[in-house]
């Protein structure tokens, strides 16, 4: 999954930066790598679905308007990495 956060908020890059650590550092069971426009997930189907909901609860704070753009998919052709 292919995941874009968009917050409404002068601290947006901070709050989305401390969710994605809060996850890593919880060991889940997924590949991921951020970059400045957004962060990928891969793994088993439930584990990315499970990850990609926690981490818009965390990224998502009361009173402000957050958008969320993601893209699932089974990978791409010729992708050695997945």
């Known amino acids: 999954c292919n995941l874009d956060i968009f917050s409404m908020s002068s601290d947006a890059s901070h709050t989305v930066k401390q969710a994605i650590q ?12 951020t970059t400045s426009v957004g962060t990928t997930y891969r793994g088993r189907q439930e584990n990315v679905i499970n990850v990609v909901q926690t981490l818009c609860q965390l990224a998502h704070k009361e009173n402000t308007e957050t958008a969320f753009e993601l893209t699932f998919s089974k990978g791409c052709r010729g992708d050695k990495d997945t």
């Open 22 to 33: 809060t996850l890593n550092k919880a060991g889940l069971p997924v590949w991921s790598k």
